[in-house]
């Protein structure tokens, strides 16, 4: 089993940034791609960004490109979210899942982007940006 815990988030004005933190722990494993989705109330979960194992290969939902920045300290197994020029809708709470299923390269960018791709997610941490 694997266990992620998120931390980070909280309350920021619009305009303001936080920065989101997920470590993995557990068995040994290889974290293939590690990303985060979010999900507001009565909303289907949505992808936020994405990260391959080298760190080479990254995902970013529309909404979020330019603002959002995934990084990933391998050694550490954590991926961080860089959430800059928040808005009132981006409120909500996000989530950090891991692939550790083995992946093709030509598969990564889109695989990335899927929520039934990953295998483990964490708890969740809620992100309100009041305006």
């Known amino acids: 089993q694997v266990q992620l815990v998120e931390s980070g988030g909280g309350l920021v004005q619009a305009g303001g940034s936080l920065r989101l933190s997920c470590a993995a722990s557990?068995?040994?494993?290889?974290?293939?791609?590690m990303g985060w989705f979010r999900q507001a109330p009565g909303k289907e979960r949505e992808f936020v960004a994405g990260?391959?194992?080298?760190?080479?290969?990254?995902n970013y939902g529309d909404s979020v490109k330019g603002r959002f920045t995934i990084s990933r300290d391998t050694a550490k197994s954590t991926v961080y979210l860089q959430m800059n020029s928040l808005k009132p809708e981006d409120t909500a709470v996000y989530y950090c899942?891991?692939?550790?299923?083995?992946?093709?390269?030509?598969?990564?960018?889109?695989?990335?982007?899927?929520?039934?791709?990953?295998?483990?997610w964490g708890q969740g941490t809620q992100v309100t940006v009041s305006s």
């Open positions: 990260v391959s194992r080298s760190g080479l290969t990254t």
């Open positions: 899942a891991v692939r550790v299923r083995p992946v093709s390269g030509n598969l990564i960018a889109t695989f990335l982007k899927v929520v039934d791709q990953y295998d483990y």
């Open positions: 557990g068995r040994t494993f290889i974290n293939y791609l």
